[in-house]
């Protein structure tokens, strides 16, 4: 299994779990993209079809291990998302559940189903599963990842046990991205940008998608400096209709806006955005009550993609309500 770095309280919290027996039926691991919550949510998986476990840990080489690091477990699922919005539908969750009735075959006589990113979930696939969480079968075990657990009705929050994960410390991050196999200017720019969120770092340095978004919200940025409406409705549309790009560029945006915040009230404070030096110059032209209105903005153009309006109006409408702010 990949290394997983950081997040080492949650890890031994799994451990401990397993080791008093303690399992929890229904598990969300929630936290932001690059977080590690697909990792954990494997690891936990691991560690309740380890034959033998080692200090609490998977042991790596029992049949269970090896089926499962070899992606071909048969007593594991990971059921697949549809549609436009990727979400998990009524037809998948119903096959889940007939299948959750069917007694496992393997020697730890357990059965998991990993629910990967979890967004848009209908209201009714989620009161379909609430009833197998509910009262599973004692060998079943349902784990979901998601970037916020309130991605899910309450009801279902309620029924499950929610670990958080965190990013890593940039040393960590660091570490990581070297026994990657990446370069040193590589990682200095990665980190530079993602801090301790290693799946971002490794993202960025993989996929050009991630430096034209960087590229992009700092352009946004230097609209908002220059109070140039034109030039800053260009480059939020410039993010495109893809409902994905759209997140990740308001997401960076966001953050630029909280460590422009933050900076105002302390130079040396540590920022958490993908440009310093876009949030130092932000700071001196924004105050941290406007920084706030346009993070509220921004969380309702984000929600109103979310619930499918169309991109362009809900950027053209954060376009106009920024302009009233600044
Ligand atoms: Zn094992």
Do not use: W
């Not at 042991?59 to 549809?82: M, Q, W």
């Amino acid at each position: 299994m990949k290394k997983i770095y950081g997040n080492r309280p949650l890890l031994s919290t799994i451990e401990n779990m397993t080791k008093n027996n303690h399992t929890v039926n229904s598990v969300i691991f929630f936290g932001e993209k690059g977080s590690g919550k697909k990792l954990i949510a494997d690891y936990y998986a691991n560690t309740l079809l380890c034959e033998n476990p080692e200090d609490d840990k998977p042991c790596g080489i029992c049949n269970s291990c090896r089926n499962f690091l070899a992606g071909n477990h048969p007593d594991v699922k990971y059921p697949e998302t549809s549609g436009k919005l990727e979400g998990y539908s009524v037809d998948t969750v119903r096959n889940i559940i007939s299948d959750a009735f069917i007694k496992p075959n393997n020697k730890t006589g357990r059965k998991i189903y990993i629910f990967r990113d979890c967004r848009n979930m209908d209201t009714r696939p989620q009161n379909m599963l609430l009833k197998i969480i509910e009262e599973p079968p004692e060998y079943a075990f349902f784990i979901f990842t998601a970037e916020s657990k309130y991605e899910f009705l309450p009801t279902i929050i309620s029924r499950c046990i929610c670990f958080p994960t965190s990013p890593c410390s940039e040393e960590d991050t660091i570490c990581a991205l070297k026994e990657n196999g990446f370069s040193e200017n590589e990682i200095t720019s990665a980190v530079e940008c993602f801090h301790g969120n290693i799946g971002m770092c490794i993202d960025y340095i993989k996929n050009d998608r991630l430096g034209k978004y960087v590229d992009l919200t700092k352009r946004i940025s230097d609209s908002i400096i220059r109070k140039d409406e034109y030039s800053l409705g260009h480059a939020l549309c410039s993010a495109g209709s893809d409902r994905k790009n759209i997140f990740s560029v308001l997401s960076m945006f966001d953050k630029l806006m909280r460590d422009c915040a933050v900076l105002n009230k302390d130079k040396n404070a540590q920022t958490i955005g993908c440009c310093r030096e876009s949030a130092e110059r932000l700071s001196e032209r924004i105050t941290p009550c406007q920084a706030e209105k346009i993070h509220i903005s921004i969380e309702n153009a984000a929600s109103a993609v979310r619930y499918n309006v169309s991109a362009p109006v809900a950027l053209s409408a954060l376009c106009a309500e920024i302009s009233d702010i600044i």
